[in-house]
């Protein structure tokens, strides 16, 4: 049982360069989540979906997008990378139990 | 809206000893979760310990306990004869039981564990 998984784990892009960050779930979970962490700042929420094909903004989502085509998948976009942007981004998933789970993170550089 | 406050960013204690991690929130919600999670170096998140805001009686996970005060918002942390591999970021968050199920965490404490 996989949990929650992060691809990739380690990234280092251009100012204006473009990615997508894959988070996958094997729990079935409803909900899915996509968080920035920074140094004092503690988890920031960017995106949430509370099902298949829905999404939502958290505190904040400038500068990225979200899909959720499929339940088990929840992709967060970044169309023109900002060194703003240079933070640890975490997914996670809940339903059924009140706690979260989360991947194992992603390092994202931008120079 | 729900919000989570941690005002120590850093703590230390000796190994063996005993810790408490302070957190407080604010909501106008009357049932919610609260939770702990551990994130060491590994930088994985590890749920420590979660309370259910109905249930009055304080949760325990082996050293780990918590001091939970409806009234006040208060939601500390003790740790019980802290081990080296204790050292890590804690960090408190706050869940409400319906509607968007959206997680709301402080900003953290990184404990430190002399030996």
């Known amino acids: 049982n996989a949990g929650v998984t992060q691809t990739p784990k380690f990234r280092v892009l251009k100012t204006g360069q473009s990615m997508t960050l894959l988070c996958a779930q094997d729990?079935?979970?409803?909900?899915m989540y996509w968080y920035r962490q920074d140094p004092g700042m503690g988890l920031r929420l960017i995106h949430y979906?509370?099902?298949?094909?829905?999404?939502a903004k958290g505190e904040v989502p400038d500068g990225y997008n979200v899909s959720r085509l499929k339940k088990q998948n929840f992709l967060l976009g970044l169309e023109s990378a900002a060194p703003s942007q240079t933070s640890v981004y975490f997914c996670?998933?809940?339903?059924?139990?009140?706690?979260?789970?989360f991947g194992q993170g992603t390092r994202l550089t931008v120079v | 809206a729900q919000t989570v406050t941690q005002s120590q960013p850093e703590m230390s204690v000796q190994e063996a000893e005993t810790v408490t991690l302070s957190c407080t929130y604010d909501?106008?919600?009357?049932?919610?979760?609260l939770f702990w999670y551990k994130q060491p170096p590994s930088r994985q998140m590890i749920l420590v310990i979660r309370?259910?805001?109905?249930?009055?009686q304080n949760a325990t996970e082996n050293r780990f306990s918590v001091n939970f005060q409806k009234a006040a918002k208060s939601f500390s942390l003790k740790i019980s004869d802290s081990q080296l591999g204790d050292a890590a970021m804690y960090f408190c968050?706050?869940?409400?039981?319906?509607?968007?199920?959206?997680?709301?965490f402080g900003t953290g404490t990184r404990l430190k564990v002399l030996a």
């Open positions: 909501t106008s919600e009357s049932d919610y979760y």
């Open positions: 729990m079935n979970h409803e909900y």
């Open positions: 309370q259910e805001a109905y249930k009055q």
């Open positions: 979906s509370v099902g298949e094909g829905t999404t």
């Open positions: 996670a998933s809940s339903y059924g139990q009140p706690e979260a789970f």
């Open positions: 968050a706050y869940r409400s039981p319906s509607g968007t199920y959206k997680y709301i």
